[in-house]
């Protein structure tokens, strides 16, 4: 019977990473593994020491090469030389980490190497930033973002019915189905607003922000600007507005 996962903070508290920073996930056991890497910090470095109790740190697997996903792999690699890192492995691969093996799932959207970890012993899925609780994940269209892409990905986990989401921010999901419903009404509530502001008369991006997300904080109008031009991209896509607008 494998050990439960851990959850060890990487200390990087802000805005975007929440109010300890990223989640990574220690599964113990025969090959101890790492889901994610943080970013280096040596209190998170001494948390995972602590947790493994002496036993080396074998393998991590990162979920996508955003920088606080992947910025810690140096200092693990520094501590833990002989580590594995299994990144952008290809889809339905099986990964052991603990005393379970987890399945490749990739998830392209959030970033083009999004992947996710499925145990299907346990039907715990390690998502990175595919969702998270009490929020939305912004789809960076200048940076790799894809919605049609991100779509598919939560069609394509909701198949696998986990039991639990544990994500890269944010607490655990015991009900993984309920939100990926959530997160797929909130797109297409959201792609018909853009489309209506185009139709009522929106000629820029920024038009559309301040018609579709009222009342923004100034400090994430770049962000809801990113996921607006992934949205833009699909509905050109699709003809449902002119292809001028992919462009933007």
Partial sequence: MSTAPILLPAGNASGWTGPTGNNTWLLPGQEPALVDAGVGRPEHLAAIEQALGGVPLVRV?????HPDHVGGLPA???RWPSLMVVYA???NARVPAGDTT???IATPGHAPDHLCFFDEASGDLYCGDLLRAGGTIVIPARHGGNLKEYLASLRRVRVLQPRRLLPGHGPIVDDPVALIDEYLAHRAAREEAIAAAIHGGAQTVE???ARVYVGLSPALREA??????AHLVKLAEEERVAREWADR
């Fill in 76 to 78: 693990l690699r520094e």
């Fill in 61 to 65: 697997c990162i979920t996508h090469a």
């Fill in 224 to 229: 809801a600007a990113d996921s607006v031009r």
């Fill in 89 to 91: 492995a290809r889809h």
């Fill in 102 to 104: 987890l399945k490749v």
């Fill in 207 to 209: 038009d559309i922000v």
